[in-house]
């Protein structure tokens, strides 16, 4: 068998995904900070390697697109730069002292119910790890920053496994009622989300994908409730509610925790939205072992 000088590096690689993924080898040198001949360059220099063509170029201001060998490099590149930035993330997770670093993806009722009982024991077998917790919403980022290496682990609502993440069930979270314990809403022997049509309700942003979900259930519903308050902080909307400026739709987890005494909550025997939070784990990469005790640490302390 001949032996093939490829001629492949990195940056090649992140140039072929870039253009592919932008239309034009204009839009990949923006996006990389290259000239547009230097993406060329490599990308010319790729084609040797590989003995084939990558792109067909319509020329003029028509977007490129892959040819069938363009197709298979495309999805081994993004394959080979997704290893090599999980690489970059493992080997730089140890700092200069000695200490580890966990990286966690979290929504703001995991950072303050789910975490500190099991982070607790956690730091007793693993003292010298440090682990961050980093605040996102949106699935799609936390898959990418998981494949990435950017994440070691991640809290997530209603997400389930694929070919790159696990998706590793820990409680079910159904949205219920915040109120005042002397909101009239407490005396209610069948309570439905129905009572919400019409009332003064706080909720978060729309910049928030639950509350975006939530405003299409009660529309489904035929619920109009008057939103009079929007935050993106959950003590914020507590405090809010506490004060008697309005209801507001919140998951169970988050309600039993409620940090004042003026407030408590109902649960309507129907499902608005069928919630579920798991805790998301790269499949690609090998996770170290104080990520794995801080799985089992978590899903012990939630009973999952």
């Known amino acids: 068998m001949t032996e093939i000088d490829s001629g492949i590096d990195l940056r090649a690689l992140r140039a072929l995904v870039a253009i592919a993924d932008g239309g034009s080898f204009r839009a990949a040198a923006s996006r990389l900070g290259y000239s547009q001949s230097a993406i060329s360059h490599r990308i010319a220099a790729l084609e040797r390697g590989l003995g084939a063509s990558l792109f067909a170029r319509p020329g003029g201001r028509g977007a490129v697109s892959l040819t069938t060998a363009g197709q298979a490099a495309y999805t081994h590149a ?16 140890g700092g200069g002292d000695g200490r580890a670093t966990l990286r966690v993806g979290v929504f703001q009722t995991a950072a303050a119910e789910l975490l500190p009982t099991a982070l607790r024991a956690f730091r ?4 010298r790890v440090e682990v961050i917790l980093e605040e996102n919403d949106r699935l799609d980022r936390l898959r990418e920053h998981l494949g990435r290496g950017r994440l070691d682990l991640a809290f997530a609502r209603d997400a389930t496994s694929d070919d790159a993440v696990e998706a590793i069930p820990l409680m079910d979270d159904p949205l219920v009622i915040l109120t005042r314990h002397d909101s009239p809403l407490v005396t209610l022997k069948q309570p439905t989300f129905d009572v919400l049509d019409g009332a003064e309700v706080v909720a978060w942003t729309r910049r928030w994908p639950m509350q975006l979900e939530l405003e299409a259930a009660w529309r489904r519903r035929g619920i109009a409730p008057r939103v009079v308050f929007r935050t993106e902080d959950n003590l914020a909307l507590q405090r809010l509610v506490a004060a008697g400026l309005g209801d507001a739709c919140v998951g169970r987890v988050a309600a039993e925790h409620a940090i004042d005494p003026a407030l408590t909550w109902i649960q309507p025997a129907e499902s608005l939205i069928d919630r579920r939070i798991v805790l998301l784990a790269p499949l690609r990469r090998e996770p ?9 640490t978590i899903r012990d302390h939630l009973g999952a």
């Open 78 to 93: 993004r394959r080979a730069i997704a290893a090599v930035e999980a690489l970059e993330a493992d080997v730089g997770a």
């Open 124 to 127: 007793r077998e693993w003292p």
């Open 288 to 296: 170290s072992a104080a990520a794995l005790t801080l799985i089992d």
